[in-house]
């Protein structure tokens, strides 16, 4: 379609306009060829004719459709140029409060000058691993591509930001480098990316200042390489500076200030740390002053120093470093404050030396102050003879000065980004890095200088890389859609390059007149003029002769050639280098050392210029500025084309710095600069928009007719379509995924579906008018016909009324009054005869019927008299053997309980008759061993002590002996020296062979006493040994017991058979004598008894007194045992005497231990005296060695006492034979033993068989008496007597064992033989309990089964305990079996919920009921431990997950069901109840399980929020739910991101049920509390909401009024689900509400007061951010929608000013609700549960 075609009434258009640019009109009249004028309607109402050339006609520019305005992308615009730009850059930041937008692949930032809520980490996360596109524009959009491009493809990045001063660049690119530092954390030490953002404040500080547009600007380029490994994460990072402003150290012009550290520091003047260094306020220095404002309006200086030197510290930069900096900068203040003075003469100056300035200068920097005054005010000529010193004039000087603090200041710089780089390298080998370029855009100002020129020279070379890389891109994706790549004509600035760079060119130029000592800019200002005369892009201005004009891309720039001799030159007189060079600030020093080196080796880049460099004549001529700048630019640009790079323009809206304040000819001035418009018009020149075909299908597809719609093929549907719509085929290609559109076709294409929805909303409205009209016109039509009705009528009456018509009337009136009465009386004869006979038949059949129940009741009332009176006999009957058999079993009852007391009085008195007599014997025999032991030692005591004492006089007579002979021995010394030293070493050899002798014997001692030691703990362990496996043999006892009572179940099974022929039973009714009979034999078998236990119980009596005589007879008195033995022989019988028989027993035995402790105090005391003599025997023999000493006469009597003291050693082998005859009692009682538990094993099977034979004998005379009739309580209680006769002959039975065993010969023996057999009995005497128990419950089975014969409801008996039994070896196979291996599918876990946590539980109970605590520990550890295992092992399985937190919940549960605490036990049953835990509390163990079910849970939900995740944002905001209502906009949306992977098939809210629901199916399938499947369930549906929203947030084409529909319906499927598997109660809806509110916010009406309040009063869930944000991002799907008015916007700021709440724009997706883990007990009776063999659990056996 022809663009002229376009032109028609109602389209807009844009035309230029002085203040704004550009402004729009509406076309009022439709535009032809041959026109001169189109006629339009400007805004404020008044009419326009914009001429045009009829022959070649400049059409203004078209508007787009204000559906198409505010897109993300700008090249999604139909009509791409610059009002489209700049209007939909207006409505997205003014309106929207937008300020990021895609421009291809630049992202256009414009500054809002004011702090927004959209760079927190949650936006971060909500970024990261995004497609770029899919999400609305923003800078960590941009730099996530970066980092998955890098990490894909393996490539290193570049991120190039860029702009004017104030545009936001250094906050980009800050905020780059966090997003870095955020997605791809370390995780080492050293904490790399915490250094890489710590770098940020330190470079602001020294290379940032305040300039007229920004208070922040950066003055100097910055390119920083962030290291990656090849996990992607930071391992170190790189800067690169570019042309420092060096002289705004030195000069600044007004409202401007030097670099903030200088402020810094003179703010912080007063502390400590600073006091050497003499600081003045920051309006005292010269340096500092000259912008006149020293201070920033919201930045504190002071806050600005504290953060300065907190990273200093973070990068690890010493203290001593930061000092020396801080005295360089101070320095370079007080040199600026140096005066310099006019000498005699203008030619002449002079620094007085004492200036303080300079004093303090010399003092910090450590220079001379005459040589630097002399070289400040001098300047060295060198001439071919001779070197002249000549004196400068002051303004030379003062320019000597400044240059050298620009100089000092600028190696302070590169030697600060020198230290922050070392700082920030990390060891290890670099992968991938992303660079990150925040340099200067295009700059121009009134007064355009040198750096003004490098700044655009480096932008002309950053463009021309711009624009090779956009074509690249075009290709590659014109090739990848197979469409034909035609060459673009595109603004190509390599000409402008070309005049800068090459031969003969600008810098060329410049380098060779700054070659020249006398050249100045005038004369190179000339040359250019001279030789650049001829080239188009380089002007001479008509009206100065200082400046010249470049054509750049951007703009003309007319440049001032002052000063860029000086400024290229950068000279500092070599005078003034010595003697900074000489300084005895090592610091400072090395500035200089270093540039000394740099010189040689700068030439080691390789720079490939336009043409080769002069280079310099002798050593004294530098580098010029711009060749360093020239290769350092180079090096820049090889290493962007080595990179991809991703491009980030920075816009100022405005030069007042106002928040989102939008100045229309300031940004397009940015746009030109930056290239945007270039990539704008690149972009119209080819294919803008594209579609895929999916898009273009659903959005026109109400353009397409009913075949074309009905074809399956959409590709075919879209080609057809487009080919009968356009009909010229250039203006849309077809791609292999796309469809592409010239600019302007998107437009046409939405004006003809715009026309075709007019069409069809003019039919619509024609149709419903015409109903509407014809409804009416059929009302009016019914109601006139009404009216004509009665009008009509009422006309008849009055013409047709007469007298004759009136008489005729009256007569027919009564003719038929007299008819129709006689035709009723006829009907009513009729009726009452019908009626009468109808009545006669029914009363008499109701007198019949009332007759038969009359005769019913009587036979019933006879039936109820016969029947009562046979039931009261038979309730009688019943009564009366009911209290029989009360009284029967209360007197079994007594009888039992007493002889329980007397087996239990006897038990105790036989454990207390063998402990007492072992322990008697063995104490017996210690006293005689120790007894003899001490006549020994007291018998040696004396001997010694006589020997020690009688050692003593003979030492004391010698003494005396000596010292009266002492005159004569002086002169026999000699000899006697000599004597006295063989002597002395005789005794020495004698006495240490003694010595060695006591010390052999005292060991051998020792041995011999821990071997005695040692058989005794051999002789405990033996016991202990007996114990356990006595203990053993009891607990077989107790198996063989549960086989009984199985046994006995069995029978009472037998017994329920018989129970039917009970009727039969009722006609023997001649054995009540029979029976009476047997009660009298019963009683003379009790009497018998009676007089049994009498006759044991005075045997017992009698056996008791000698017990307790033998144990004290050697002891205590005869009358204090005739007190301890009862003397009453009448009554022994009785129980309350045999307890008094036992106490006396208690008391002999303690005046027996009181005895032995007594006995063993003294022999302690003993002991311990004797260990006091040997001590003293000791120190004897240390005096006894000095006597030695001093004569050796001593010695030979104390050898006789110490072989004295070894003959009476002799004594040892008696101890000897006392540890044999020990050994030969062990072995004694050792055989004793296992005689005794041979004795043992016999007799319980002895018992058993008697047992067996009884329970026979019961069984066989309980079928006998079933079968007679009313005698049933009668042969109970013979079974009762029967049952009581056993119990005697078991308790004849031991009494005659304990008979035989006091036979035997020995006490010890008969001892150790009672305490087995008593250990025998006590569990013979459960087993009897039991037994009687069982008896019991018989009795109340049978009791019960009468009454429940009446109600035909027969009792099930209970089989098992609920108990699994397991083997200690068995557990790792348990646990392999039940825990490791299991499968959660398979059968038999599917077909009983938690069989796993039962069993595991029924195991548990096995061995609390064995009260075997290291077992019961063991297993509990060892399923804490699998369990764990498991769940580690298979972190990402949902099913194994949910299976182990059901059982996990299940096995908690039946922890505290059976635990026996009350406030578990309110709903168990009674035979829940029974089956409680017994002996140990698990409660410590319930914790532990408490807190892994919390762990599963978390790691349960974390693999369904994973797996439910990616399908939320296609299924809940994508996907169009309902049919028809396409919320889908117009953007020609075209993906960006170069690591897209198409996804085979789209996620819908059929999805997302789906998976919800295969998460439900999993979890009630295994069992899983509803509770517990609530709060997942609750937890997921957060998710939901929370993910929605965070992405509603960030993507503006979802805010539209249709999208809230597909939201709300979308929202009610998931409603319908939650009732469908009823779980409203989880409130899960609840977590929906803030997705609702925001639904229910994009649907509303926007746009007067009450809607206002409205959204205030109902969006109680959303906080004001969020609600803000969403209006502003109200975006219309079809023009019939209305935009959000920014006054609105407002005004529901204003009434929401008020709420508090979070500030957040996002929802935190990641939090977890609490978990409970509700008790809820367990119906499964654990008896009843069958373990399947699939399992492999047939070791376990069900108790």
Same mark, same amino acid.
Request: glycine residues 4%.
């Given at each position: 379609?022809?663009?002229?075609?376009?032109?028609?009434?109602?389209?807009?258009?844009?035309?230029?306009?002085?203040?704004?640019?550009?402004?729009?009109?509406?076309?009022?009249?439709?535009?032809?060829?041959?026109?001169?004028?189109?006629?339009?309607?400007?805004?404020?109402?008044?009419?326009?004719?914009?001429?045009?050339?009829?022959?070649?006609?400049?059409?203004?520019?078209?508007?787009?459709?204000?559906?198409?305005?505010?897109?993300?992308?700008?090249?999604?615009?139909?009509?791409?140029?610059?009002?489209?730009?700049?209007?939909?850059?207006?409505?997205?930041?003014?309106?929207?409060?937008?300020?990021?937008?895609?421009?291809?692949?630049?992202?256009?930032?414009?500054?809002?000058?004011?702090?927004?809520?959209?760079?927190?980490?949650?936006?971060?996360?909500?970024?990261?691993?995004?497609?770029?596109?899919?999400?609305?524009?923003?800078?960590?959009?941009?730099?996530?591509?970066?980092?998955?491009?890098?990490?894909?493809?393996?490539?290193?990045?570049?991120?190039?930001?860029?702009?004017?001063?104030?545009? +936001?660049?250094?906050?980009?690119?800050?905020?780059?480098?966090?997003?870095?530092?955020?997605?791809?954390?370390?995780?080492?030490?050293?904490?790399?990316?915490?250094?890489?953002?710590?770098?940020?404040?330190?470079?602001?500080?020294? +290379?940032?200042?305040?300039?007229?547009?920004?208070?922040?600007?950066?003055?100097? +380029?910055?390119?920083?390489?962030?290291?990656?490994?090849?996990?992607?994460?930071?391992?170190?990072?790189?800067?690169?500076?570019?042309?420092?402003?060096?002289?705004?150290?030195?000069?600044?012009?007004?409202?401007?200030?030097?670099?903030?550290?200088?402020?810094?520091?003179?703010?912080?003047?007063?502390?400590?740390?600073?006091?050497?260094?003499? #600081?003045?306020?920051?309006?005292?220095?010269?340096?500092?002053?000259?912008?006149?404002?020293?201070?920033?309006?919201?930045?504190?200086? &002071?806050?600005?120093?504290?953060?300065?030197?907190?990273?200093?510290?973070?990068?690890?930069?010493?203290?001593?470093?930061?000092?020396?900096?801080?005295?360089?900068?101070?320095?370079?203040?007080?040199?600026?404050?140096?005066?310099?003075?006019?000498?005699?003469?203008?030619?002449?100056?002079?620094?007085?030396?004492?200036?303080?300035?300079?004093?303090?200068?010399?003092?910090?920097?450590?220079?001379?102050?005459?040589?630097?005054?002399?070289?400040?005010?001098?300047?060295?000529?060198?001439?071919?003879?001779?070197?002249?010193?000549?004196?400068?004039?002051?303004?030379?000087?003062?320019?000597?000065?400044?240059?050298?603090?620009?100089?000092?200041?600028?190696?302070?710089?590169?030697?600060?980004?020198?230290?922050?780089?070392?700082?920030?390298?990390?060891?290890?080998?670099?992968?991938?890095?992303?660079?990150?370029?925040?340099?200067?855009?295009?700059?121009?100002?009134?007064?355009?200088?040198?750096?003004?020129?490098?700044?655009?020279?480096?932008?002309?070379?950053?463009?021309?890389?711009?624009?090779?890389?956009?074509?690249?891109?075009?290709?590659?994706?014109?090739?990848?859609?197979?469409?034909?790549?035609?060459?673009?004509?595109?603004?190509?600035?390599?000409?402008?390059?070309?005049?800068?760079?090459?031969?003969?060119?600008?810098?060329?130029?410049?380098?060779?007149?700054?070659?020249?000592?006398?050249?100045?800019?005038?004369?190179?200002?000339?040359?250019?003029?001279?030789?650049?005369?001829?080239?188009?892009?380089?002007?001479?201005?008509?009206?100065?002769?200082?400046?010249?004009?470049?054509?750049?891309?951007?703009?003309?720039?007319?440049?001032?050639?002052?000063?860029?001799?000086?400024?290229?030159?950068?000279?500092?007189?070599?005078?003034?280098?010595?003697?900074?060079?000489?300084?005895?600030?090592?610091?400072?020093?090395?500035?200089?050392?270093?540039?000394?080196?740099?010189?040689?080796?700068?030439?080691?880049? &390789?720079?490939?210029?336009?043409?080769?460099?002069?280079?310099?004549?002798?050593?004294?001529?530098?580098?010029?500025?711009?060749?360093?700048?020239?290769?350092?630019?180079?090096?820049?640009?090889?290493?962007?084309?080595?990179?991809?790079?991703?491009?980030?323009?920075?816009?100022?809206?405005?030069?007042?710095?106002?928040?989102?304040?939008?100045?229309?000819?300031?940004?397009?001035?940015?746009?030109?600069?930056?290239?945007?418009?270039?990539?704008?018009?690149?972009?119209?020149?080819?294919?803008?928009?594209?579609?895929?075909?999916?898009?273009?299908?659903?959005?026109?597809?109400?353009?397409?007719?009913?075949?074309?719609?009905?074809?399956?093929?959409?590709?075919?549907?879209?080609?057809?379509?487009? !080919?009968?719509?356009? !009909?010229?085929?250039?203006?849309?290609?077809?791609?292999?995924?796309?469809?592409?559109?010239?600019?302007?076709?998107?437009?046409?294409?939405?004006?003809?579906?715009?026309?075709?929805?007019?069409?069809?909303?003019?039919?619509?409205?024609?149709?419903?008018?015409?109903?509407?009209?014809?409804?009416?016109?059929?009302?009016?039509?019914?109601?006139?016909?009404?009216?004509?009705?009665?009008?009509?009528?009422?006309?008849?009456?009055?013409?047709?009324?007469?007298?004759?018509?009136?008489?005729? /009337?009256?007569?027919? $009136?009564?003719?038929?009054?007299?008819?129709?009465?006689?035709?009723?009386?006829?009907?009513?004869?009729?009726?009452?005869?019908?009626?009468?006979?109808?009545?006669?038949?029914?009363?008499?059949?109701?007198?019949?019927?009332?007759?038969?129940?009359? $005769?019913?009741?009587?036979?019933?009332?006879?039936?109820?008299?016969?029947?009562?009176?046979?039931?009261?006999?038979?309730?009688?009957?019943?009564?009366?053997?009911?209290?029989?058999?009360?009284?029967?079993?209360?007197?079994?009852?007594?009888?039992?309980?007493?002889?329980?007391? !007397?087996?239990?009085?006897?038990?105790?008195?036989?454990?207390?008759?063998?402990?007492?007599?072992?322990?008697?014997?063995?104490?017996?025999?210690?006293?005689?061993?120790?007894?003899?032991?001490?006549?020994?030692?007291?018998?040696?005591?004396?001997?010694?002590?006589?020997?020690?004492?009688?050692?003593?006089?003979?030492?004391?007579?010698?003494?005396?002996?000596?010292?009266?002979?002492?005159?004569?021995?002086?002169?026999?010394?000699?000899?006697?020296?000599?004597?006295?030293?063989?002597?002395?070493?005789?005794?020495?050899?004698?006495?240490?062979?003694?010595?060695?002798?006591?010390?052999?014997?005292?060991?051998?001692?020792?041995?011999?006493?821990?071997?005695?030691?040692?058989?005794?703990?051999?002789?405990?362990?033996?016991?202990?040994?007996?114990?356990?496996?006595?203990?053993?043999?009891?607990?077989?006892?107790?198996?063989?017991?549960?086989?009984?009572?199985?046994?006995?179940?069995?029978?009472?099974?037998?017994?329920?058979?018989?129970?039917?022929?009970?009727?039969?039973?009722?006609?023997?009714?001649?054995?009540?004598?029979?029976?009476?009979?047997?009660?009298?034999?019963? !009683?003379?078998?009790?009497?018998?008894?009676?007089?049994?236990?009498?006759?044991?119980?005075?045997?017992?009596?009698?056996?008791?007194?000698?017990?307790?005589?033998?144990?004290?007879?050697?002891?205590?008195?005869?009358?204090?045992?005739?007190?301890?033995?009862?003397?009453?022989?009448?009554?022994?019988?009785?129980?309350?005497?045999?307890?008094?028989?036992?106490?006396?027993?208690?008391?002999?035995?303690?005046?027996?231990?009181?005895?032995?402790?007594?006995?063993?105090?003294?022999?302690?005391?003993?002991?311990?005296?004797?260990?006091?003599?040997?001590?003293?025997?000791?120190?004897?023999?240390?005096?006894?060695?000095?006597?030695?000493?001093?004569?050796?006469?001593?010695?030979?009597?104390?050898?006789?006492?110490?072989?004295?003291?070894?003959?009476?050693?002799?004594?040892?082998?008696?101890?000897?034979?006392?540890?044999?005859?020990?050994?030969?009692?062990?072995?004694?009682?050792?055989?004793?033993?296992?005689?005794?538990?041979?004795?043992?094993?016999?007799?319980?099977?002895?018992?058993?068989?008697?047992?067996?034979?009884?329970?026979?004998?019961?069984?066989?005379?309980?079928?006998?008496?079933?079968?007679?009739?009313?005698?049933?309580?009668?042969?109970?209680?013979?079974?009762? /007597?029967?049952?009581?006769?056993?119990?005697?002959?078991?308790?004849?039975?031991?009494?005659?064992?304990?008979?035989?065993?006091?036979?035997?010969?020995?006490?010890?023996?008969?001892?150790?033989?009672?305490?087995?057999?008593?250990?025998?009995?006590?569990?013979?005497?459960?087993?009897?309990?039991?037994?009687?128990?069982? #008896?019991?419950?018989?009795?109340?089975?049978?009791?019960?089964?009468?009454?429940? &014969?009446?109600?035909?409801?027969?009792?099930?008996?209970?089989?098992?305990?609920?108990?699994?039994?397991?083997?200690?070896?068995?557990?790792?196979?348990?646990?392999?079996?039940?825990?490791?291996?299991?499968?959660?599918?398979?059968?038999?876990?599917?077909?009983?919920?938690?069989?796993?946590?039962?069993?595991?539980?029924?195991?548990?109970?096995?061995?609390?009921?064995?009260?075997?605590?290291?077992?019961?520990?063991?297993?509990?550890?060892?399923?804490?431990?699998?369990?764990?295992?498991?769940?580690?092992?298979?972190?990402?399985?949902?099913?194994?997950?949910?299976?182990?937190?059901?059982?996990?919940?299940?096995?908690?549960?039946?922890?505290?069901?059976?635990?026996?605490?009350?406030?578990?036990?309110?709903?168990?049953?009674?035979?829940?109840?029974?089956?409680?835990?017994?002996?140990?509390?698990?409660?410590?163990?319930?914790?532990?399980?408490?807190?892994?079910?919390?762990?599963?849970?978390?790691?349960?939900?974390?693999?369904?929020?994973?797996?439910?995740?990616?399908?939320?944002?296609?299924?809940?905001?994508?996907?169009?739910?309902?049919?028809?209502?396409?919320?889908?906009?117009?953007?020609?949306?075209?993906?960006?991101?170069?690591?897209?992977?198409?996804?085979?098939?789209?996620?819908?809210?059929?999805?997302?049920?789906?998976?919800?629901?295969?998460?439900?199916?999993?979890?009630?399938?295994?069992?899983?509390?509803?509770?517990?499947?609530?709060?997942?369930?609750?937890?997921?549906?957060?998710?939901?909401?929370?993910?929605?929203?965070?992405?509603?947030? #960030?993507?503006?084409?979802?805010?539209?009024?249709?999208?809230?529909?597909?939201?709300?319906?979308?929202?009610?499927?998931?409603?319908?689900?939650?009732?469908?598997?009823?779980?409203?109660?989880?409130?899960?809806?609840?977590?929906?509400?803030? #997705?609702?509110?925001?639904?229910?916010?994009?649907?509303?009406?926007?746009?007067?007061?009450?809607?206002?309040?409205?959204?205030?009063?109902?969006?109680?869930?959303?906080?004001?951010?969020?609600?803000?944000?969403?209006?502003?991002?109200?975006?219309?799907?079809?023009?019939?929608?209305?935009?959000?008015?920014?006054?609105?916007?407002?005004?529901?700021?204003?009434?929401?000013?008020?709420?508090? +709440?979070?500030?957040?724009?996002?929802?935190?997706?990641?939090?977890?609700?609490?978990?409970?883990?509700?008790?809820?007990?367990?119906?499964?009776?654990?008896?009843?549960?069958?373990?399947?063999?699939?399992?492999?659990?047939?070791?376990?056996?069900?108790?």
């Amino acid at each position: 379609m022809a663009l002229l075609e376009l032109y028609t009434e109602y389209n807009r258009v844009w035309i230029p306009d002085a203040e704004n640019v550009w402004k729009s009109a509406e076309i009022i009249k439709d535009f032809h060829f041959g026109n001169n004028a189109l006629e339009l309607l400007l805004e404020d109402g008044s009419e326009y004719s914009h001429p045009v050339d009829p022959s070649k006609p400049q059409l203004p520019p078209l508007r787009n459709p204000d559906i198409l305005v505010g897109e993300n992308d700008l090249t999604a615009l139909s009509y791409l140029h610059e009002p489209a730009v700049l209007h939909n850059l207006k409505v997205r930041f003014v309106e929207s409060r937008i300020i990021y937008t895609y421009c291809g692949i630049i992202l256009v930032a414009v500054n809002p000058y004011k702090q927004l809520h959209i760079y927190g980490d949650a936006i971060i996360h909500a970024y990261s691993g995004q497609n770029m596109g899919d999400m609305d524009p923003h800078i960590f959009a941009v730099a996530e591509e970066a980092y998955k491009q890098m990490a894909r493809n393996h490539k290193n990045q570049s991120i190039i930001v860029s702009g004017e001063s104030g545009a +936001g660049k250094t906050v980009s690119a800050r905020y780059t480098m966090r997003y870095f530092a955020v997605v791809s954390k370390s995780g080492s030490k050293t904490r790399v990316e915490d250094k890489v953002l710590a770098s940020n404040p330190i470079t602001e500080a020294i +290379g940032n200042a305040k300039t007229i547009r920004n208070d922040n600007s950066s003055r100097f +380029g910055k390119y920083t390489e962030i290291s990656f490994d090849k996990r992607h994460r930071i391992i170190g990072a790189n800067m690169r500076t570019y042309l420092l402003e060096k002289s705004r150290v030195i000069s600044q012009t007004d409202n401007e200030r030097n670099y903030h550290i200088f402020y810094q520091m003179c703010s912080c003047a007063h502390l400590p740390e600073f006091k050497n260094l003499r #600081l003045l306020s920051a309006d005292k220095f010269r340096y500092t002053c000259m912008g006149g404002d020293i201070t920033i309006e919201g930045v504190d200086d &002071k806050k600005d120093m504290e953060e300065t030197r907190r990273t200093f510290s973070l990068l690890g930069l010493k203290e001593d470093f930061l000092s020396d900096v801080f005295k360089v900068l101070a320095a370079i203040l007080h040199l600026g404050n140096v005066e310099i003075v006019n000498n005699s003469g203008r030619d002449k100056s002079s620094v007085p030396l004492r200036d303080p300035h300079l004093v303090i200068f010399c003092e910090l920097l450590g220079v001379s102050a005459k040589e630097l005054v002399r070289w400040l005010c001098h300047r060295r000529i060198v001439l071919v003879a001779e070197t002249v010193v000549k004196p400068v004039p002051k303004e030379r000087a003062v320019n000597s000065r400044d240059a050298l603090a620009k100089q000092i200041y600028a190696h302070l710089f590169d030697c600060v980004i020198k230290s922050i780089n070392t700082a920030l390298q990390v060891p290890g080998k670099q992968h991938a890095f992303i660079g990150v370029l925040d340099i200067y855009g295009f700059e121009t100002f009134d007064v355009n200088s040198f750096e003004q020129f490098c700044i655009n020279y480096a932008n002309e070379k950053l463009q021309q890389q711009f624009n090779l890389h956009v074509f690249k891109l075009e290709q590659e994706e014109y090739m990848k859609e197979d469409i034909p790549w035609t060459l673009i004509d595109f603004y190509d600035n390599q000409p402008v390059i070309d005049l800068i760079e090459a031969k003969l060119g600008i810098l060329d130029l410049l380098d060779e007149e700054c070659l020249f000592p006398q050249g100045t800019d005038q004369s190179w200002l000339q040359k250019l003029f001279n030789y650049l005369a001829s080239n188009p892009l380089f002007e001479k201005p008509r009206l100065s002769n200082e400046a010249f004009v470049i054509q750049h891309f951007a703009d003309k720039v007319e440049y001032q050639c002052r000063g860029f001799l000086e400024k290229n030159r950068d000279t500092l007189y070599e005078e003034l280098v010595d003697v900074i060079r000489v300084s005895e600030f090592p610091f400072l020093a090395n500035f200089f050392q270093e540039e000394e080196l740099s010189t040689v080796n700068r030439r080691g880049v &390789k720079v490939r210029p336009a043409r080769p460099r002069v280079k310099p004549a002798n050593k004294q001529l530098r580098t010029s500025v711009g060749d360093k700048f020239c290769s350092s630019l180079s090096l820049l640009m090889e290493t962007l084309n080595a990179t991809i790079p991703h491009y980030v323009r920075c816009v100022k809206p405005n030069d007042e710095k106002l928040p989102f304040e939008y100045d229309s000819r300031r940004v397009v001035q940015q746009l030109r600069a930056c290239g945007v418009l270039e990539t704008i018009r690149i972009s119209a020149q080819s294919y803008p928009s594209r579609w895929t075909y999916n898009e273009f299908y659903s959005r026109y597809c109400i353009l397409m007719s009913h075949q074309e719609a009905d074809l399956g093929d959409k590709k075919q549907t879209c080609r057809n379509v487009l !080919q009968r719509l356009i !009909q010229d085929p250039n203006q849309y290609k077809f791609g292999r995924t796309k469809i592409f559109f010239r600019a302007g076709q998107v437009a046409y294409l939405e004006k003809l579906r715009l026309d075709r929805l007019r069409g069809a909303c003019v039919t619509i409205q024609k149709h419903f008018r015409g109903w509407r009209v014809r409804r009416k016109y059929q009302r009016m039509r019914e109601a006139a016909i009404i009216l004509q009705q009665y009008i009509r009528g009422t006309r008849t009456i009055r013409k047709t009324v007469s007298a004759a018509m009136l008489k005729q /009337g009256w007569a027919a $009136m009564v003719i038929q009054r007299h008819w129709r009465g006689y035709r009723m009386r006829q009907i009513y004869h009729l009726v009452r005869l019908a009626t009468i006979t109808i009545q006669a038949f029914t009363r008499g059949w109701m007198a019949r019927e009332r007759y038969k129940m009359m $005769m019913k009741e009587h036979k019933a009332v006879v039936i109820q008299k016969y029947t009562r009176a046979w039931l009261a006999r038979r309730r009688f009957r019943t009564t009366r053997r009911l209290v029989m058999n009360v009284q029967l079993s209360f007197r079994v009852q007594k009888l039992r309980k007493k002889i329980d007391e !007397q087996n239990k009085e006897n038990r105790g008195l036989m454990e207390r008759l063998t402990s007492l007599a072992a322990s008697h014997s063995q104490t017996v025999d210690r006293l005689h061993g120790v007894e003899a032991q001490l006549e020994k030692s007291t018998n040696q005591k004396a001997s010694v002590e006589a020997r020690v004492k009688k050692g003593k006089e003979d030492a004391e007579l010698t003494i005396s002996q000596l010292q009266s002979e002492k005159d004569a021995l002086k002169l026999e010394q000699q000899n006697l020296e000599k004597k006295f030293e063989t002597t002395t070493r005789e005794a020495k050899e004698s006495f240490d062979r003694i010595k060695m002798t006591l010390v052999e014997e005292k060991e051998y001692e020792e041995r011999l006493r821990k071997i005695a030691e040692n058989n005794t703990d051999i002789q405990r362990q033996d016991h202990e040994k007996e114990v356990e496996s006595l203990k053993d043999e009891i607990k077989r006892l107790k198996e063989s017991r549960v086989s009984l009572q199985r046994k006995i179940e069995e029978e009472g099974q037998v017994n329920a058979d018989l129970q039917d022929q009970v009727v039969q039973l009722t006609k023997h009714v001649k054995a009540i004598p029979e029976l009476r009979r047997d009660l009298s034999s019963l !009683q003379n078998q009790k009497n018998n008894m009676e007089r049994n236990m009498k006759e044991q119980s005075e045997r017992a009596r009698a056996k008791m007194k000698d017990i307790t005589r033998q144990l004290l007879g050697g002891v205590v008195e005869e009358e204090v045992l005739l007190g301890l033995t009862p003397d009453d022989n009448e009554k022994i019988y009785e129980v309350e005497d045999v307890l008094v028989a036992f106490d006396g027993l208690q008391k002999a035995s303690r005046i027996l231990e009181n005895h032995q402790r007594e006995q063993k105090e003294s022999f302690e005391t003993q002991i311990g005296g004797l260990k006091l003599k040997v001590d003293h025997l000791e120190n004897e023999n240390s005096k006894l060695q000095n006597l030695f000493q001093e004569k050796s006469n001593v010695n030979e009597n104390i050898r006789h006492e110490v072989s004295r003291l070894s003959s009476e050693n002799s004594s040892i082998p008696e101890l000897k034979q006392q540890v044999s005859e020990l050994q030969k009692q062990k072995q004694e009682l050792e055989a004793h033993a296992e005689e005794q538990s041979r004795e043992l094993a016999e007799k319980t099977e002895e018992i058993t068989n008697v047992l067996e034979k009884r329970i026979q004998t019961e069984s066989s005379q309980r079928r006998h008496f079933e079968e007679k009739a009313e005698e049933l309580e009668e042969l109970k209680s013979a079974l009762q /007597g029967q049952v009581e006769d056993l119990e005697e002959e078991k308790d004849h039975l031991k009494r005659k064992l304990q008979m035989e065993s006091e036979a035997k010969g020995k006490l010890r023996q008969e001892t150790s033989r009672l305490t087995a057999e008593n250990m025998d009995f006590e569990e013979q005497l459960d087993q009897r309990d039991r037994l009687i128990k069982k #008896l019991q419950n018989q009795l109340k089975s049978l009791e019960t089964s009468q009454k429940a &014969k009446q109600t035909s409801a027969p009792a099930v008996p209970k089989d098992f305990l609920g108990m699994l039994e397991y083997k200690r070896e068995d557990e790792p196979r348990l646990i392999q079996n039940i825990i490791l291996d299991l499968k959660p599918r398979g059968v038999g876990v599917s077909m009983i919920l938690g069989l796993p946590a039962y069993v595991l539980f029924m195991c548990v109970r096995h061995a609390d009921y064995l009260n075997d605590e290291v077992k019961l520990k063991s297993l509990m550890n060892a399923i804490i431990g699998a369990v764990k295992k498991v769940v580690m092992s298979h972190p990402k399985d949902f099913e194994l997950l949910s299976f182990w937190l059901s059982n996990t919940y299940h096995l908690l549960n039946c922890l505290k069901q059976y635990s026996g605490e009350e406030e578990f036990m309110k709903q168990n049953t009674p035979r829940q109840s029974k089956n409680c835990l017994k002996n140990f509390d698990l409660s410590e163990h319930r914790q532990i399980f408490s807190d892994l079910a919390i762990n599963i849970y978390h790691q349960f939900i974390s693999v369904m929020e994973k797996s439910l995740a990616p399908s939320i944002v296609p299924g809940m905001l994508e996907h169009e739910s309902l049919q028809g209502i396409s919320s889908m906009k117009p953007t020609g949306f075209r993906k960006r991101s170069n690591s897209i992977f198409e996804d085979s098939e789209a996620s819908t809210i059929s999805s997302i049920i789906q998976q919800l629901s295969a998460f439900h199916s999993t979890m009630a399938q295994h069992g899983m509390e509803q509770g517990l499947i609530k709060q997942a369930i609750k937890q997921l549906f957060f998710l939901v909401g929370a993910t929605t929203l965070n992405n509603i947030m #960030l993507r503006k084409d979802m805010c539209s009024c249709r999208k809230g529909m597909q939201i709300r319906c979308n929202i009610s499927f998931l409603e319908e689900w939650l009732k469908e598997k009823e779980l409203q109660s989880s409130y899960a809806m609840d977590t929906l509400k803030p #997705l609702s509110q925001v639904a229910w916010l994009l649907q509303v009406n926007k746009s007067t007061d009450d809607d206002a309040k409205e959204i205030t009063e109902k969006c109680t869930e959303l906080n004001p951010v969020q609600i803000v944000k969403i209006l502003n991002s109200y975006t219309p799907i079809d023009d019939f929608e209305k935009r959000v008015t920014s006054s609105f916007v407002r005004k529901v700021q204003s009434l929401l000013q008020d709420r508090e +709440g979070s500030t957040q724009l996002m929802l935190d997706s990641d939090y977890r609700f609490q978990v409970t883990f509700p008790f809820c007990p367990s119906s499964q009776a654990l008896e009843l549960l069958q373990v399947p063999n699939s399992l492999h659990l047939g070791f376990l056996t069900r108790i």
